[in-house]
Structures are given as C-alpha cells and as structure tokens.
C-alpha cells in the first residue's frame, strides 16, 4: 500500500470517526454512534493493511459493509427525523446563504422553494462533480490504486446511490411536515 495512500486513509477515517462519535453525543442518536464505529473499524483496517496484515483488514472491510448495509434504515430515519426538526424550526422564506448548502437546512429550503425535482438534480449535478473530480485527481496521482475506468464507475455509482438516498429523506421529510402542518394539534411550520 503506498504511503500517501495509508496517510489519507487514516486522517480521513480518524476525521470520521472522530466528528461521528461528536455528531452522536450531540443528537443523541445510537445510529450515528455505530455510524462512527464503521469508520473507526475502517481506520483499524488501514492500519492492518499498512502492518502487510490482509486477512484481518479484508475481514472488517467484509464486517463493516455488511453492518453499514444492516444498519441504512436506522441511519435514514434519524436522518429524516433530523431534517423534519429543522425544517420545523427553520425559517424558510430566509434567503438562502451559499453555506448553506453544506446543511441540510439549504437544501430544505431549495425543495420548498423550487420543488423536489430540481433540488435533487441539482445535488445529483453536484455530488457527480465532486465526487469525480476527487476520484479522478485520485487517479492521476494513485494510478496503480485507481484508474480512469474505477473512477468514472465509483462516481456514477455513488451519485446515483446517494442522490436516491437523500431524495428519499428529503422527500419523506417535506411528507412528514406536511402531515404535521395538516393536523391539528401541531404548531404550525414557519413558512
């Protein structure tokens, strides 16, 4: 495994790990504490690769995908109930900040304003654009780890994926204040 490549493995996923585990204390969520142990699993798995360790790494690797497909449901519903939450409490004609747009807050406020279709081909148009620029400067600077081919197929494959996923939590989100708004004993949303 190249060096540069270990590196980043493990600042990334100690980064990870690190701003889960505050993420989980913060919302009180066990999904995003177990959310944080996948990556620190991965973090544990870099280090057994680096260490010329393969039969250990590829078993948490194996471990932690099987457990982070186990546990999408529980992640995505504390996600929507996070989303509906801010939703709630956020104030949506507030013009929109470019900052924003890094929180789920921003893009709320896009798919209340411009509608669920737009705000999901926009952050289809984004994540394919950064994800693959990462993926391809990877490629030129790891060649014998990633090549053009991987790169092109991992940024198809993890925009589609993740923009499904977050259409399906944005638009169960908005469902779900909707349903509140609609009955009575609720407050009503600050729109």
């Known amino acids: 495994m190249p060096f540069e490549l270990f590196l980043f493995g493990i600042i990334f996923f100690g980064l990870m790990a690190i701003l889960g585990a ?3 204390r913060q919302k ?3 999904a995003y504490y177990l959310s944080a142990m996948a990556s620190a699993l991965v973090l544990l798995a870099f280090v057994l690769a680096f260490l010329d360790q393969p039969i250990p790494a590829f078993v ?3 471990t932690v995908g099987m457990m982070s497909f186990a546990l999408l449901p529980k ?5 929507e109930r996070e989303m509906v939450c801010q939703l709630e409490e956020m104030e949506i004609s507030a013009p929109l900040r470019a900052r924003e747009l890094l929180t789920n807050k921003g893009w709320l406020k896009l798919a209340s304003k411009h509608g669920l279709r737009k705000t999901t081909m926009l952050y289809f148009l984004l994540s394919t654009v950064i994800g693959g620029t990462i993926l391809f400067m990877a490629s030129a600077f790891f060649p014998a780890f990633i090549s053009k081919e991987h790169a092109l197929g991992f940024t198809a494959a993890y925009s589609i994926f993740g923009t499904y996923v977050y259409h ?4 169960k989100a908005l469902t779900q204040l909707k349903m509140s708004a609609q009955s009575p004993k609720s407050q009503q949303p600050k729109f």
């Open 75 to 79: 992640v995505l519903r504390a996600s």
């Open 28 to 30: 009180g969520e066990k």
């Open 60 to 62: 948490i690797v194996i």
């Open 22 to 24: 505050m993420r989980a």
């Open 168 to 171: 399906r939590t944005l638009k």
